[in-house]
């Protein structure tokens, strides 16, 4: 192994995606030495601090690490008898520390969220209470991630650490949703939350609001190209550009979203697994009737991107995981609904947020697939909010309206969500500012 090189990209890469805090817990580690991601290192300071140089990566029980720490050996142990090849273990920077602090001091030993990452890559989140190897060990034999009492976040994958990062980040995000969407009180209920949990909700709305210290990064305020692309080229550079955008602004935490463009009858489109702020080389060229062998690179969303450009005026597509949309996007007063439960497949009511639908369905194809969903929400205001899952907007010849749409309906749903807690809305039956019907309407068809 090269050095530190392998572990520097991805420490550098996990602070720049606002996942680790420099100088903070951030340990790695694998079984093999890690690739070099193919991105060039960020021009920010070193997670050692400034001035200081990394400790020295150690081998422990066969396992590559980072840097020498005194928690390595039980993550070592931990993972070698769970059959586990790569780990990260870090504290993640305010407000999710607070967040994950808050959400394990619950007596139940485990957190529940209910987004779409939880559902594809967690299932639930176990409390590490003791920090012991048995525990952790018990705590990861049937889960990928665990959460500690102090604010720590384990990932755990079987081979890679791109894997644990994928895990790592779907955490981070499941945790800021989950406390927020508590915070809504549920029908019957003018209850206020405690004292510690109010406080704390208080506080991340400050730093939201709070305008960002020093210059905002280059990608989060350059515009982005102008339409329509011809060329290969300028199709590339125009979706790695809006990847970079979307990141730097919080509209998608780097691992999950993807993005597309149709040029006559190909889709350009985000390789599977591709973060957002990192697409050289991660965009794949599929035809547009499909199916094709060519799919199994595209992203999971291929389906509904597709049917987005066929059924509808617009060729560039946009999908994000805004926080805020999909808090609101859960809150459903519905409790008598037949269909409780199995929400994110189906929903028989008629929900709107902003104006805009929110819609149902698993990722990819199948009799619940986003793709029979999102395409006629599209079409009929541009966006498209899914259950859990996020935001699908639209452009007619590029880009810039569909990242500005995603970032008007971000902004939107925090106001209306800190409104709703503002006015202790525990007995509407729709997210403020938006309506809700209880009349049944069918399954979106091909």
Same mark, same amino acid.
């Given at each position: 192994?090269?050095?530190?090189?392998?572990?520097?990209?991805?420490?550098?890469?996990?602070?720049?995606?606002?996942?680790?805090?420099?100088?903070?817990?951030?340990?790695?580690?694998?079984?093999?030495?890690?690739?070099?991601?193919?991105?060039?290192?960020?021009?920010?300071?070193?997670?050692?601090?400034?001035?200081?140089?990394?400790?020295?990566?150690?081998?422990?029980?066969?396992?590559?690490?980072?840097?020498?720490?005194?928690?390595?050996?039980?993550?070592?142990?931990?993972?070698?008898?769970?059959?586990?090849? *790569? /780990?990260? &273990? +870090? #504290?993640?920077?305010?407000?999710? =520390?607070?967040?994950?602090?808050? %959400?394990?001091?619950?007596?139940? $030993?485990?957190?529940?969220?209910?987004?779409?990452?939880?559902?594809?890559?967690?299932?639930?989140?176990?409390?590490?209470?003791?920090?012991?190897?048995?525990?952790?060990?018990?705590?990861?034999?049937?889960?990928?991630?665990?959460?500690?009492?102090?604010?720590?976040?384990?990932?755990?994958?079987?081979?890679?650490?791109?894997?644990?990062?994928?895990?790592?980040?779907?955490?981070?995000?499941?945790?800021?949703?989950?406390?927020?969407?508590?915070?809504?009180?549920?029908?019957?209920?003018?209850?206020?939350?405690?004292?510690?949990?109010?406080?704390?909700?208080?506080?991340?709305?400050?730093?939201?609001?709070?305008?960002?210290?020093?210059?905002?990064?280059?990608?989060?305020?350059?515009?982005?190209?102008?339409?329509?692309?011809?060329?290969?080229? *300028? /199709?590339? &550079? +125009? #979706?790695?550009?809006?990847?970079? =955008?979307?990141?730097?602004?919080? %509209?998608?935490?780097?691992?999950? $979203?993807?993005?597309?463009?149709?040029?006559?009858?190909?889709?350009?489109?985000?390789?599977?697994?591709?973060?957002?702020?990192?697409?050289?080389?991660?965009?794949?060229?599929?035809?547009?009737?499909?199916?094709?062998?060519?799919?199994?690179?595209?992203?999971?969303?291929?389906?509904?991107?597709?049917?987005?450009?066929?059924?509808?005026?617009?060729?560039?597509?946009?999908?994000?995981?805004?926080?805020?949309?999909?808090?609101?996007?859960?809150?459903?007063?519905?409790?008598?609904?037949?269909?409780?439960?199995?929400?994110?497949?189906?929903?028989?009511?008629?929900?709107?947020?902003?104006?805009?639908?929110?819609?149902?369905?698993?990722?990819?194809?199948?009799?619940?697939?986003?793709?029979?969903?999102?395409?006629?929400?599209?079409?009929?205001?541009?966006?498209?909010?899914?259950?859990?899952?996020?935001?699908?907007?639209?452009?007619?010849?590029?880009?810039?309206?569909?990242?500005?749409?995603?970032?008007?309906?971000?902004?939107?749903?925090?106001?209306?969500?800190?409104?709703?807690?503002?006015?202790?809305?525990?007995?509407?039956?729709?997210?403020?500012?938006?309506?809700?019907?209880?009349?049944?309407?069918?399954?979106?068809?091909?």
């Amino acid at each position: 192994m090269d050095g530190l090189g392998p572990f520097e990209r991805y420490e550098e890469k996990l602070i720049r995606a606002g996942l680790a805090a420099a100088g903070e817990t951030l340990l790695l580690g694998a079984a093999t030495p890690p690739v070099v991601p193919s991105a060039p290192p960020h021009p920010r300071q070193s997670p050692a601090g400034e001035g200081g140089a990394p400790s020295a990566p150690g081998e422990r029980g066969g396992m590559i690490w980072n840097r020498a720490d005194s928690l390595t050996t039980t993550l070592t142990n931990a993972a070698r008898r769970l059959g586990r090849g *790569a /780990i990260l &273990a +870090a #504290i993640p920077p305010e407000p999710c =520390r607070s967040i994950v602090r808050c %959400l394990a001091a619950a007596p139940e $030993g485990v957190i529940r969220p209910q987004d779409f990452e939880t559902r594809v890559f967690l299932t639930d989140l176990p409390v590490w209470k003791t920090g012991g190897e048995e525990e952790l060990t018990t705590r990861l034999e049937r889960r990928r991630a665990v959460v500690a009492a102090d604010g720590m976040i384990v990932a755990t994958a079987k081979r890679e650490l791109e894997t644990a990062i994928v895990i790592y980040s779907a955490v981070s995000f499941a945790v800021f949703v989950k406390f927020f969407l508590d915070l809504l009180p549920r029908p019957g209920q003018r209850r206020a939350p405690d004292e510690t949990t109010a406080a704390l909700a208080a506080k991340i709305r400050s730093q939201l609001d709070r305008p960002p210290r020093g210059d905002p990064p280059p990608e989060a305020t350059t515009p982005l190209p102008v339409g329509p692309f011809a060329t290969e080229t *300028a /199709i590339r &550079a +125009a #979706i790695a550009a809006t990847g970079r =955008r979307t990141v730097a602004t919080g %509209l998608v935490n780097s691992s999950f $979203g993807n993005i597309s463009y149709r040029r006559n009858d190909e889709l350009f489109i985000t390789g599977r697994g591709r973060a957002l702020d990192d697409l050289e080389g991660g965009i794949v060229v599929v035809p547009l009737g499909g199916p094709a062998p060519r799919d199994a690179g595209a992203s999971t969303e291929l389906p509904a991107h597709r049917r987005i450009v066929l059924e509808t005026p617009y060729r560039a597509v946009l999908h994000g995981h805004p926080p805020f949309c999909v808090i609101l996007s859960l809150d459903c007063r519905e409790y008598d609904c037949p269909a409780r439960g199995d929400c994110h497949r189906f929903c028989p009511r008629e929900r709107r947020i902003a104006g805009h639908a929110v819609v149902s369905g698993e990722a990819g194809g199948g009799p619940h697939g986003l793709d029979r969903a999102v395409p006629p929400a599209v079409r009929e205001t541009g966006a498209a909010i899914v259950h859990g899952h996020g935001v699908f907007t639209a452009g007619r010849e590029d880009f810039r309206d569909a990242f500005r749409l995603l970032e008007e309906l971000e902004t939107t749903c925090r106001r209306l969500f800190f409104e709703k807690l503002l006015n202790n809305d525990g007995a509407s039956g729709a997210p403020s500012g938006g309506s809700a019907t209880s009349q049944p309407r069918e399954a979106a068809t091909p």
